[in-house]
């Protein structure tokens, strides 16, 4: 068994991600993505599950990680988390894992490993990295329109796709509405949706 490189601590804030196996894509429809989505929230718990609450919340009694980002592509993941409870994370992503392994392997009629592996952890221990990665993980989307948007011209088409990607927090930021996030477990870099934005869009090259 391999012993994992990164120490998870309580009150620490982590980069979470994992792909599908050999690449292979994870998400196939608006259910799938949905699905993962719903599991973000039921899973944060120490107990089995939990009903989903559709309302504005910020952190609730029993919740084992805050969420401060995320964003679903077609073949893997990213989240940011901060660990709430002693290991919080592991028990959430094993949680998180199984339940959607067994919902996409009952609905596509496979069986065996979906994820490549143990998710992959990295520590968030300096604040400029930190905030950098609210942007990394929004912008994640880019890619599906240009995996080279990073060295060429953004134009109003990718701006308007990034804007209106529905598997990823960038609409609660954008909205200042939040349900998934718990922004209150995370510094209190934007402030307002122009603070946000403001942040997003330093790191696009505007054509």
Known sequence: MSVRQVSLLTGEYYHIYNRGNSKQSIFHDDQDYRYFMNLLDTMNTEKRSRNREKKQRFGQIGEVISLGSYCLMPNHFHILIKQEKEKGITLFLQKLSTAYVMYYNKKYKRTGALFEGKFKAKYVAEDNYLKYLFSYIHLNPLKILNQNWKTKSIHNEEVSFLLG???????????????????????????????????????????
């Open 165 to 207: 990607y529905p598997y990823s927090s960038f609409h609660e930021y954008y909205t200042n509405e939040f349900y998934l996030i718990n922004k209150n477990a995370f510094p209190d870099y934007f402030q307002t949706k122009g603070d946000f934005m403001h942040e997003i869009k330093s790191w696009l090259r505007l054509g």
